[in-house]
Every structure is written in structure tokens, then in C-alpha cells.
């Protein structure tokens, strides 16, 4: 029962960080992705396999070991800053939380959406992430859209109209109240 066991984990972790490399690869060299909630449950499924099996490998000075090790010491180091707090654990936990945390989706229409992208402990304000769906599983990415002196959009007030060629996003801010401005971005 435990190979059995430890043959699907393996597979799944194996098959889980595949995945999220070529994703990585991919993102990196295009402007294309897994759509936000599919690329978050890849990464889980490889930590969390990946946790699991540092279990079934607690043999010493063995290299697959210290390769399962690395997620020991993640969960290791989220479980001791969770409990300590404080800036040095925010930090930490900053580094270590970094390529798992998923975008914060703010706004969504028509299949346009803007997040927040994580930056970690003591990110600057109102830079925000432009992606659009495509085929259920991919986003495309637009880039950062960044509002530093604007202060933060008011997304009540967004509105997103797009065509073949463009998309344009009218908005507010919280420091202009009712000045309505527009951000066009070429597909």
C-alpha cells in the first residue's frame, strides 16, 4: 500500500512541477499563462506532494531527500512565522510565501480582469496587473499599470470597453473623487 501510495504521489508531484515550470517558462517568454485559480492549484499540489513524500524519504544523505527536504523547510519556516510574528517573520514569510501567493483579482468584466499582484512585505501602492481570459484555461497578460500619486483606483467606478484593437478602462481614484480618467491599451 505505501508504494503504491508513494508511486501516485511522485506522479502527481512529478507531473504538478512539470507544469508549473513549463507555466513559468511560458509566462516568462510570452505574454501568456494559466488563468490565475488553475496556476494557484498546480503550485498547491506540488507543495503539498511534495511535503508528503519528504515522509516517505526520511533516509539520511540521500539527494531526493534533501530535494523533499526544501518543502519541509518551507512549511517549517510558514508554521514558526504564523506563531512568531513580527517584521523579521513577515519577511521571511514574505520570501518564502513569494511564488505561491496568487494575484488579488479586484475587477473582472468581460473577461478583462485587474489584480494586484503580490510584491511582498512593504509593496509600493496602486500598481495593478491588466490580463484577459482566453480559451477558460489561459490568461494574456498586459502588463503592470502602475498609479503612483493617483492613489488607489475606486472600482466601483470602473468601466471597461474593448474591440479587436484596444482595450480602454475608464476610472477613478480615491484622491480625484468624480474626475473620470482613461487608460487605453493596445491588444
Known sequence: ???????????IHLTTLLVAILNVLIKSLTAY???GNIEFGVKILTVISGLILFFFYLK???KINFYFSIYATIAGLLII????????????????????????????????IISTPFQGFMAPCCSYQIKERQLLIF???YGKW???????????????????????ITYSTDFDEGFMKKKKIKR
Not at 91 to 102: E, M
Open 1 to 11: 500500500m505505501k508504494t503504491r501510495l508513494q508511486k501516485i504521489l511522485i506522479r
Open 33 to 35: 499563462s494559466l488563468e
Open 60 to 62: 539520511p544523505f540521500k
Open 146 to 168: 502602475n498609479l503612483e500619486g493617483e492613489g488607489p483606483v475606486e472600482f466601483e467606478t470602473v468601466k471597461i470597453n474593448s474591440n479587436a484593437n484596444e482595450i480602454e
Open 139 to 141: 490568461e494574456k497578460d
Open 81 to 112: 512565522g504564523l506563531t512568531f510574528r513580527g517584521i523579521f517573520w513577515a519577511l521571511v514569510l514574505s520570501v518564502v510565501l513569494f511564488p505561491l501567493i496568487p494575484d488579488d483579482k479586484e475587477f473582472e468584466e468581460n473577461g478583462i
